[in-house]
T-cell receptor
Framework: ETGVTQTPRHLVMGMTNKKSLKCEQH?????MYWYKQSAKKPLELMFV???????ENNSVPSRFSPECPNSSHLFLHLHTLQPEDSALYLC?????????????FGSGTRLTVV | DAKTTQPPSMDCAEGRAANLPCNHS???????VYWYRQIHSQGPQYIIH???NNETNEMASLIITEDRKSSTLILPHATLRDTAVYYC????????????FGKGTKLTVNP
């Protein structure tokens, strides 16, 4: 357990379904992130939240909708996904403006779109 | 953020030291060097970071050249569990900026 918990660990969904990924951090961090890792590709940063405010959206399609209700929780709402969206989705947290502290990642959600 | 260059793969014998190089010739004065690793299908794990001086912790040592244009991560006694992809990342403000991952180095520790 790294201090960042992601649920579910595995998810299979149809292209017409709506589902949500959840991330919770117990580290008192004030920044949270969503990354996507497709097969044999580097991690791609999707969204950044600092102090609950979205500060970065890396041209992510609107079928991915993030939500950050407080500094400890982060959601990724999914709807009308495509098979190419199948990937490992990773959540991370960090303490902004605190030199010397890196990111803590969760174990990820393995998403399969059928 | 400055870009980094790493070899795509390396092999190491179990019990020997693994030395993973990273070039970051365009690094800025306020940018730190971070190392993470990712074991298959898990989230990346922080290993170590540094600015100018060499650093050591319970996992590894980080050697940064005087001109800061390259660094080496050293795993002193590699085990099979150290088989992973190792990422060298340069970022400002000691990790509070976004981390941009490259392809990293796939280290295989052989028995």
């Amino acid at each position: 357990e790294t201090g960042v918990t992601q649920t579910p660990r595995h998810l299979v969904m149809g292209m017409t379904n709506k589902k949500s990924l959840k991330c919770e951090q117990h580290l008192g961090h004030n920044a949270m992130y969503w990354y996507k890792q497709s097969a044999k590709k580097p991690l791609e940063l999707m969204f950044v939240y600092n102090f609950k405010e979205q500060t970065e959206n890396n041209s992510v399609p609107s079928r991915f909708s993030p939500e950050c209700p407080n500094s400890s929780h982060l959601f990724l709402h999914l709807h009308t996904l495509q098979p190419e969206d199948s990937a490992l989705y990773l959540c991370a947290s960090s303490q902004v403006s605190r030199s010397g502290y890196g990111y803590t990642f969760g174990s990820g959600t393995r998403l399969t779109v059928v | 953020d400055a870009k980094t260059t790493q070899p795509p793969s390396m092999d190491c014998a179990e019990g020997r030291a693994a030395n993973l190089p990273c070039n970051h010739s365009t690094i800025s004065g306020n940018e730190y060097v971070y190392w993470y690793r990712q074991i298959h299908s898990q989230g990346p794990q922080y290993i170590i970071h540094g600015l100018k001086n060499n650093e050591t912790n319970e996992m590894a040592s980080l050697i940064i050249t005087e001109d800061r244009k390259s660094s080496t991560l050293i795993l002193p006694h590699a085990t099979l569990r150290d088989t992973a992809v190792y990422y060298c990342i340069v970022t400002a403000q000691g990790g509070s900026e976004k981390l941009v991952f490259g392809k990293g180095t796939k280290l295989t520790v052989n028995p």
